[in-house]
Nanobody, 116 residues
């Protein structure tokens, strides 16, 4: 059974930082491209950032470039999202995603709320 479990969300003031973690089990983590998505109230889910299997290649949405950093530890089957200089517009539920070809696995999401 594949499981993706996010943690690290919470309430933070604008300008603050949070570090999200996504611990996975039941899959061969190192062969999956990993990503973080987010969904704000009334909006569609959007991709925030992705990372290649080895961690050598990353991509970011323009809105988070220079503020967010994705990383992964294949030995721990975990992907991370370091979020700095948070803005109220970053408020959303953040989801971890594992993708291999047409197969997608999702976590349950963790709430991030940034107050102004």
């Amino acid at each position: 059974q594949v499981q993706l479990v996010e943690s690290g969300g919470g309430l933070v003031q604008a300008g603050g930082s949070l570090r999200l973690s996504c611990a996975t089990s039941g899959l061969t983590f190192s062969i999956y491209r990993m990503g973080w998505f987010r969904q704000a109230p009334g909006k569609v889910r959007e991709v925030v950032t992705t990372i290649s299997r080895s961690g050598g290649s990353t991509s970011y949405a323009d809105s988070v470039k220079g503020r967010f950093t994705i990383s992964r530890d294949n030995a721990k089957n975990t992907v991370y999202l370091q979020m700095n200089s948070l803005e109220p517009e970053d408020t959303a539920v953040y989801y971890c995603n594992a993708r291999l070809g047409a197969t997608d696995y999702w976590g349950q999401g963790t709430q991030v709320t940034v107050s102004s």
